[in-house]
């Protein structure tokens, strides 16, 4: 029995050890396939800063686009109850399951000059801003609902009670108690962003300087510069590894009771 025990013991380890092999290895292999300095000549090159100005910029402005816009509809699923919320929850996460070509294509259909709204959107940097906010929000509203319910509602009625309005209350004390779960949250959503292709090249195409994103470019490169290709990777994984300890580290910081007491004095 010690023997069999022994042997499922060993088989389970050389199976996590694979597993672990194949989820590290890959990443590995995009910084040893070609010198460290050579990836980082690479990244003069053009067509790489020219994708990651596009980057930079068009993530940024969804980013802001999600926060705006994504916040207040997270608060009102978490704070209200009301007939067909479920359906509208199950609305923002059709994205998240939708293929990439799909959303893009809807988006086409929505924009596009023979679309419904019959815009010249299409091709252009807002496109790439509208497709990533379009296919990374949920990640921001759904933790941000989880965020919104996890504040004390006593605390809540208390600061309406002592006299501070709806306004005051979510911006002095709800928006703080749930600042970690929504900063969590950006992050997922910051990161997916960076990482957009599908609905990218569908709506706004693969346009060097205008729409090409790191992704985009990756892509071009493949058959064209492979080591070109290779440092654009690897400065995706080292700002993927950057937004997971960020994340890491919010989700180990929760604010204190005498936190949450202090920031509710303070909107009294």
Do not use: C, H, N
């Amino acid at each position: 029995m010690r023997r069999r025990s022994l042997a499922v013991g060993a088989a389970a380890a050389v199976a996590a050890g694979v597993a672990l092999a194949f989820l590290v290895l890959p990443v590995v292999a995009i910084f040893l396939r070609v010198p460290p300095r050579e990836l980082l000549d690479q990244l003069s090159k053009p067509v790489v800063t020219d994708a990651l100005i596009v980057t930079a910029k068009t993530a940024v402005i969804a980013q802001v686009f999600v926060l705006l816009f994504g916040t207040p509809l997270a608060y009102l699923l978490a704070s209200r109850r009301f007939r067909g919320r479920a359906f509208v929850i199950t609305l923002v996460e059709l994205p998240l399951v939708l293929p990439p070509a799909v959303a893009g294509l809807g988006l086409l259909a929505l924009f596009g000059r023979a679309g419904l709204l019959g815009t010249s959107i299409p091709f252009t940097q807002t496109a790439v801003v509208l497709a990533v906010a379009f296919v990374s929000s949920p990640l921001y509203i759904l933790p941000a609902v989880s965020a919104f319910e996890a504040v004390d509602p006593d605390v809540v009625a208390a600061s309406r009670t002592l006299g501070a309005g709806p306004t005051k209350t979510f911006f002095r004390v709800v928006l703080p108690l749930a600042r970690g779960g929504l900063a969590a949250g950006e992050a997922l959503a910051f990161a997916r962003g960076l990482g957009e292709f599908g609905a990218t090249i569908m709506f706004a195409g693969s346009l060097q300087g205008i729409t090409q994103t790191l992704s985009l470019a990756i892509y071009d490169e493949f058959s064209v510069d492979f080591d070109t290709a290779l440092a654009m990777g690897a400065l995706l994984v080292v700002v993927s590894a950057v937004l997971l300890v960020f994340l890491k580290l919010v989700l180990a910081w929760q604010p204190s009771r005498r936190t949450s007491s202090f920031l509710f004095a303070r909107s009294s």
